[in-house]
């Protein structure tokens, strides 16, 4: 079945500077992937999602890339602010939106 | 609109007990699914249910179990509870083409 890696596991950053979290999926059928941000306390939210006929969607300060021949996709975030100090989670599927395969999750840190 | 609703909010039961868990979807969302969030681990996929009936499981023993009822919501039983059972247990809705909406989750302990 597939299987969803991500990294790192932490990441702390300055104010203002850029993150990214990598993902990589191993069942090339895959054509759907969210991300998802779970602040301390909350429910899981979608933030940004990309499908396999596009290479790149970005919003705002948020853009996630997608190589399908090297099966990974990576969230990217500028202009980092402490507001979005939060575990990220990637996905993957094969059928849409349904049985999500999950990443474990990265706990980003901004720091002011 | 009103967003999933879990409850309870936190469960505590002892190893060998029952625990029922309930879920409400998002008015008009007629699928439901469950994850497990063990602590340092992503989420697992329990169980999707639409249109009352289960569509797909993850591999989990046949003790985790649920139903969708009529009004779409949804219950997740854990039967013969062991304590690697205590987790957050996540409840998502959505519509056959839309994106996973989130509850706020069920802690579940097991001591």
């Known amino acids: 079945g597939e299987n969803v890696e991500q990294h790192p596991s932490t990441l702390s950053v300055q104010e203002g500077d850029s993150a990214v979290i990598k993902c990589t999926y191993s069942?090339?059928?895959?054509?759907?992937f969210p991300w998802y941000k779970q602040e301390l306390g909350k429910r899981p939210q979608l933030i940004i999602d990309?499908?396999?006929?596009?290479g790149e969607k970005k919003d705002q300060r948020i853009a996630v890339t997608l190589n399908k021949t090297a099966k990974h996709f990576s969230l990217h975030i500028t202009e980092t602010q402490p507001e979005d100090s939060a575990v990220y989670f990637c996905?993957?599927?094969?059928?849409?939106?349904?049985?999500?395969?999950f990443g474990t999750g990265t706990r980003l840190l901004v720091s002011p | 609109e009103a967003g999933v609703t879990q409850s309870p909010t936190h469960l505590i039961k002892t190893r060998g007990q029952q625990a029922t868990l309930r879920c409400s979807p998002i008015?008009?969302?007629?699928?439901v699914y469950w994850y497990q969030q063990a602590l340092g681990l992503g989420l697992q996929f329990l169980l999707w249910?639409?249109?009352?009936?289960?569509?797909n499981r993850g591999n989990f023993p046949p003790r985790f179990s649920g139903r969708q009822f009529p009004n779409y919501s949804s219950e997740l039983n854990v039967n013969a509870l062991e304590l690697e059972d205590s987790a957050l247990y996540l409840c998502?809705?959505?519509?056959?083409?839309?994106?996973?909406?989130f509850g706020n989750g069920t802690r579940l302990t097991v001591t």
């Open positions: 990309i499908r396999s006929n596009v």
């Open positions: 008015s008009g969302h007629t699928s």
């Open positions: 996905a993957a599927s094969k059928e849409g939106f349904q049985k999500l395969v």
């Open positions: 249910y639409d249109e009352g009936e289960e569509r």
């Open positions: 069942d090339s059928a895959s054509n759907y």
């Open positions: 998502a809705s959505s519509l056959l083409k839309s994106p996973l909406h």
